[in-house]
T-cell receptor, first 116, second 114 residues
Framework: SAVISQKPSRDICQRGTSLTIQCQVDSQVTMMFWYRQQPGQSLTLIATANQGSEATYESGFVIDKFPISRPNLTFSTLTVSNMSPEDSSIYLC?????????????FGDGTRLSIL | AQKVTQAQTEISVVEKEDVTLDCVYETRDTTYYLFWYKQPPSGELVFLIRRNSFDEQNEISGRYSWNFQKSTSSFNFTITASQVVDSAVYFCALYMNRDDKIIFGKGTRLHILP
């Protein structure tokens, strides 16, 4: 299974600043996903990031607030821009190692973000 | 509507008891997949099982077993002889073939008391 490293693992940020979260995978994957998990809540998909194309955002999430880069098949970044306390969440990177639909997704350890 | 419902928000049982986590789903797809993931306190999500909509056979893996019933749109998860290390949040999830994405239930927080 794919090994996923996320950095930072946690951070405390000031309101109005931006933070970029990195996701590194130990193998080449086509499909990468970014999720948000608000305190005590389930996972909500922010966007799907495929290499070589623009990220596809889910309803309620926009590129200006959550810009994503996917420069190659092993790396992606998610930026949380102009942060407010409502952005305090765990942000998780996920990959689908195979190309077949419904392959189990593998997740990083997440980035715990707190906004003051 | 596509939805996953985990009605049990939080469950506490004493170690060695059996416990069942409920999952009910809704989908308009005829082809779909169901998953269970475990999220221990450390935060990472661990894949436990995938079941496709055409395979209603129950599955057992050690102390874990899963009961899939299309007639009731349920995919329940049972832990027998629970252990403290089973304490975690467990998520049921539905993969929708038509949308090529997974939606997660709200999770059940399981406390195994020593």
């Amino acid at each position: 299974s794919a090994v996923i490293s996320q950095k930072p693992s946690r951070d405390i940020c000031q309101r109005g600043t931006s933070l970029t979260i990195q996701c590194q995978v130990d193998s080449q994957v086509t499909m990468m996903f970014w999720y948000r998990q608000q305190p005590g809540q389930s996972l909500t998909l922010i966007a799907t990031a495929n290499q070589g194309s623009e990220a596809t955002y889910e309803s309620g999430f926009v590129i200006d607030k959550f810009p994503i880069s996917r420069p190659n098949l092993t790396f992606s970044t998610l930026t949380v821009s102009n942060m407010s306390p409502e952005d305090s969440s765990i942000y998780l990177c996920s990959v689908r190692p195979g190309n077949r639909p419904a392959e189990p997704q593998h997740f990083g350890d997440g980035t715990r973000l707190s906004i003051l | 509507a596509q939805k996953v419902t985990q009605a049990q928000t939080e469950i506490s049982v004493v170690e060695k008891e059996d416990v069942t986590l409920d999952c009910v789903y809704e989908t308009r797809d005829t082809t779909y997949y169901l998953f269970w993931y475990k999220q221990p306190p450390s935060g990472e999500l661990v894949f436990l099982i995938r079941r496709n909509s055409f395979d209603e056979q129950n599955e057992i893996s050690g102390r874990y077993s899963w009961n899939f019933q299309k007639s009731t749109s349920s995919f329940n998860f049972t832990i027998t002889a629970s252990q403290v290390v089973d304490s975690a949040v467990y998520f049921c999830a539905l993969y929708m073939n038509r949308d090529d994405k997974i939606i997660f239930g709200k999770g059940t927080r399981l406390h195994i008391l020593p």
